[in-house]
């Protein structure tokens, strides 16, 4: 069991040095464009940005990683290839994609590019990461999150292929890569305009001692004093059904999973991600100093335990769950 690689987001040029100089291997981050699934306004990267931060990275031993993991659209290709020549002349170590287009643009036109497969494709079988890797030359694979620890240990068995997984961070319903709530509600898709829940359709109204937020205009929730308030998303909201409220799709709730980091490395995943480049510095310098000493416990044979609430104070909705990795009704 060798060490685990450390991956942490980076949504800005100083979120990126945040995070390595608190222990990252490697970042991803994304260029300022719907090219990316964080197309937030305020995020992301230039073209300059980019060629700075990374040989800035470089300079340090860690990896950067550009993520070009939205879909590209039918006749307006252009600009994910252009992204594509971006990282590349920016010296990135790798890009991390999901539409078919781009990841034969990006093996045909840069052979040498190492090809990482993004969640957003929702490869969670052994036949389907060979397809991906005989058809692209994919040389790692995003798993999404919906696979428990034992299930990742199987499949691990069939692969050779390299092998990422979630360990903190928000969660996502069901199939990743397959989101339209947002879409519905709002007229932009995560998947194709790399926005979920865009910022300009979220509200707060306060009346009556309760906090009620909303995306383009549907209420998500109604809060009381000091209930924990997360962001507004469809998926994560509380409707009635039945005459009685509750969160119909998933609980407001984070993933936090360093207390099967173990079980992990013994499967063999070989890298370890966190979620979150829309949160900021501070975020990243915490979370990515917290599992950083986590892993390096594990290097010398030592237990997690101590580590493992360090974070929970940036749980959304104040809760944790160790997601799909610990369930058992299988």
């Known amino acids: 069991m060798g060490s685990i690689e450390l991956v942490c987001p980076a949504g800005s040029p100083a979120m990126l ?21 964080r197309n937030f306004p305020g995020l992301n990267f230039s073209p300059a940005e980019l060629t700075e931060a990374t040989a800035w990275a470089h300079g340090r031993r860690a990896k950067v990683l550009v993520a070009i ?16 020549d971006a990282a590349v002349a920016a010296g990135a170590d790798a890009i991390i994609a999901a539409d078919l287009a781009v990841l034969a643009y990006a093996h045909e036109a ?22 991906y890797a005989e ?36 969660l996502c319903v069901m199939a990743e890569g397959r989101c339209a709530l947002s879409s519905y509600a709002t007229g932009r898709s995560p998947n194709l305009s790399g926005v979920c829940s865009p910022p ?43 005459g009685a409220p509750g969160y119909l ?27 979150g480049r829309q949160r900021g510095k501070a975020y990243v310098a915490r979370v990515a100093a917290a599992f950083r000493s986590a892993i390096d416990a594990l290097d010398r044979g030592e237990d997690t335990l101590p580590y493992e609430r360090l974070l929970s104070d940036l749980a959304e909705g104040g809760r944790e769950t160790a997601g799909a990795y610990r369930k058992t009704w299988r």
């Open 17 to 37: 040095r945040a995070a390595v100089e608190a222990g990252a291997d490697s970042v991803y981050c994304g260029l300022r464009d719907e090219t990316n699934a």
């Open 69 to 84: 993991n939205t879909f590209a659209r039918a006749g307006e290709t252009d600009a994910w290839m252009a992204s594509v």
């Open 110 to 131: 840069h052979s040498s590019l190492r090809l990482h497969l993004s969640v957003q494709a929702a490869a969670n079988s052994a036949d389907a990461i060979a397809f």
């Open 135 to 170: 058809a692209y030359g994919v040389r790692r694979v995003v798993l999404p999150r919906v696979l428990s620890a034992p299930e990742i240990a199987a499949l691990i068995r069939e692969t050779s292929v390299e092998i990422e997984a979630f360990v903190f961070g928000g």
């Open 200 to 242: 300009e359709a979220v509200t707060f109204d306060r009346s009556n001692g309760q906090l009620t937020p909303r995306l383009a205009g549907l209420a998500i929730d109604r809060l009381g004093d000091g209930e924990p308030a997360g962001y507004p998303t469809l998926c994560k909201g509380r409707f009635e059904a039945d």
């Open 249 to 275: 799709f998933e609980d407001p709730v984070s993933l936090n999973a360093m207390g099967l980091l173990k079980a992990l490395a013994t499967a063999g995943v070989r890298a370890v991600k966190i979620e």
